[in-house]
């Protein structure tokens, strides 16, 4: 499909590694691979972005695993800066998601100035990169 990556070689036992945890749905092991790997978005197929993306929303809403999620949002809007609207995200539906989560959450109340500040800043960097071309 158009906006798919191609894994190369050494990202297959990442995408491996993400595809095991998320099946098996185990919330903490995949706090500890985030954690493990740091953001790694760009080794991993699109399928596995998607999936990843939406857990991480779902955390974002929650504003659980905020210091372990934020670094993967805010590769999220450099990858796309960088490489274009579409290279994370080829989905303008699943765009809109994303960039509607985020702003909804950095209207939230935060125990953390500094996490506020991060989500208000990625919600600007991709409202501007997205708005465009959703």
Do not use: H
């Amino acid at each position: 499909t158009s906006g798919s990556r191609k894994l190369v070689a050494g990202e297959d036992s990442v995408e491996s590694e993400y595809l095991e945890v998320i099946s098996c749905g185990d919330e903490l092991a995949l706090v500890e691979l985030l954690d493990r790997t740091g953001p790694v978005l760009d080794s991993l197929s699109s399928n596995t972005v998607n999936e990843l993306l939406s857990m991480l929303i779902s955390y974002l809403l929650e504003r659980r695993f905020m210091s372990t999620i934020l670094p993967w949002l805010q590769q999220v809007a450099d990858l796309s800066t960088t490489n274009g609207a579409y290279y994370l995200i080829p989905s303008a539906r699943k765009r809109a998601q994303v960039l509607s989560a985020i702003q909804e959450t950095s209207g939230m109340d935060f125990s953390s100035l500094a996490e506020r500040r991060a989500v208000t800043q990625i919600a600007m960097k991709l409202r501007k990169l997205w708005g465009k071309c959703s």
